[in-house]
């Protein structure tokens, strides 16, 4: 991990050997944009039964909505007709006051998601308060989960759920025990805060994006995280200090002086990134992709290019295909695309290479923290799929819109018209 600090932003690069993966951006006046964590107590403004929704002022410039299906509410307090579920209306009122966590940041003219069922991660679990949830994460194999399983029938605190994270595995009960004293007692300080008052206000904000990172990211497989600022060192050096100290000799403090080329240079990052701007992206045997985003899905167009592959032409797309399907989830990590995706694959005229190439893009997919859910290749050779978005993307982050075209990517010509 690569954390690059200028004025006015802090760039964080993950990468896989020299390989950029991961690249995030953290402004300095991001307080009201990069809120995904945050918990508020939020005042209702209005509520919409049409749209079974709520409009909530959490004290950013745009109201935050939440969604009838992530209210929480007791059934004892809700009156309604007897086998009918509460309508939005029937647990939400104008003025009232709720505790809330943005699930989503506000993205364009979209305000903030949010939800009630508030949580709070931990270096090895996160705790869902006034819960019955309880969870492992999957990535852990069986015996590890039943190990696990064992823990926290111990530590789990009465009244509240926990969700083990992949963290976890080999984690002591004494370590499980400590995070989830930390997690109680965080919470224990967000009641009494949330008890005083009712305006609008922030309760818990989220870390630094680069610390953030770290106890999201950070474990034995990291061979370092590396920091050229000497502000962030010691904050970051600090955290891994308090919460996995065999970790702490792996974050470096970067002298781009002393080393005679910025942090992105000298980790090839910088290159990668412009790379990673292009709408066009080269697969090594010749083949490209092209990378088109609109304001309802992202399309991801498969072509052979410059492969005229070696025996014949369904050998040679599939070939293809694959080494796409590779390139396509890397390429969803890196620009972090989000929302609906459509990817316009060769078509294939064996079945069996079409199955082959989604188990392929599936595989990719799995080392993406972030939720995907992929559909099977259609008789067009279409890959229909979602991927989680909490954030806009690296296009996005790294740009504005056209002040001549307004984002269309064409100049009309006036004088026609």
Not at 108 to 116: D, M, N, P, S
Not at 349 to 363: F, G, P, Q, T, Y
Not at 400 to 413: F, Y
Request: hydrophobic share 40%; net charge negative.
């Amino acid at each position: 991990m690569c954390v690059h600090v200028r004025g006015h932003a802090t760039q964080i690069a993950i990468l896989e050997g020299r390989t950029l993966v991961e690249h995030y951006v953290s402004w300095a006046a991001d307080a009201s944009t990069q809120i995904d964590g945050n918990i508020y107590r939020g005042r209702v403004q209005n509520v919409l039964p049409g749209m079974e929704a709520a409009f909530v002022d959490i004290g950013t410039p745009k109201n935050a909505v939440l969604y009838r299906g992530d209210v929480r509410y007791d059934l004892d307090d809700v009156e309604v007709a007897s086998g009918n579920a509460p309508r939005i209306e029937d647990v939400l009122r104008p003025g009232q006051s709720i505790l809330c966590q943005v699930t989503k940041n506000p993205i364009g003219a979209k305000g903030a998601r949010l939800t009630q069922e508030v949580s709070l991660p931990g270096r090895f679990v996160v705790m869902v308060p006034e819960s019955s949830t309880f969870g492992i994460s999957k990535r852990l194999d069986d015996q590890e989960r039943r190990r696990l399983r064992r823990i926290l029938d111990e530590v789990r605190p009465k009244g509240h759920g926990l969700i083990v994270r992949t963290a976890a595995e080999g984690a002591s009960k004494e370590e499980l025990a400590h995070d989830v004293e930390l997690l109680m007692a965080q919470w224990a300080r967000i009641e009494t805060q949330a008890a005083n008052g009712t305006n609008a206000t922030l309760l818990y904000q989220e870390p630094d994006l680069a610390v953030r990172m770290v106890r999201e990211e950070l474990n034995r497989d990291y061979r370092g995280v590396i920091v050229d600022d000497p502000n962030l060192h010691a904050q970051i050096l600090s955290y891994v200090e308090g919460v996995n100290p065999e970790l702490a000799d792996r974050v470096e403090l970067y002298d781009a002086e002393e080393e005679g080329l910025p942090i992105f240079e000298r980790y090839h990052v910088h290159e990668q990134l412009h790379k990673a701007l292009d709408r066009k992206v080269w697969l090594p045997s010749g083949g490209s992709l092209i990378i088109d985003r609109t304001e309802a899905l992202t399309v991801i167009d498969v072509n052979t290019g410059k492969n005229v592959g070696k025996s014949n032409l369904e050998e040679t797309v599939y070939r293809n295909n694959l080494e796409a399907a590779e390139e396509v989830a890397r390429q969803l990590r890196l620009r972090d695309i989000g929302g609906i995706i459509v990817i316009d694959f060769i078509d294939m005229d064996i079945r069996e290479n079409r199955v082959k190439v989604a188990s392929a893009l599936r595989s990719a997919l799995a080392r993406d923290k972030t939720r995907t859910q992929v559909f099977d290749i259609s008789e067009l050779g279409l890959v229909e799929m979602t991927r989680k978005r909490v954030s806009e993307g690296l296009v996005e982050s790294l740009s504005s819109t056209c002040t001549l075209c307004g984002g269309r990517g064409i100049v009309l010509d006036e004088t026609l018209l």
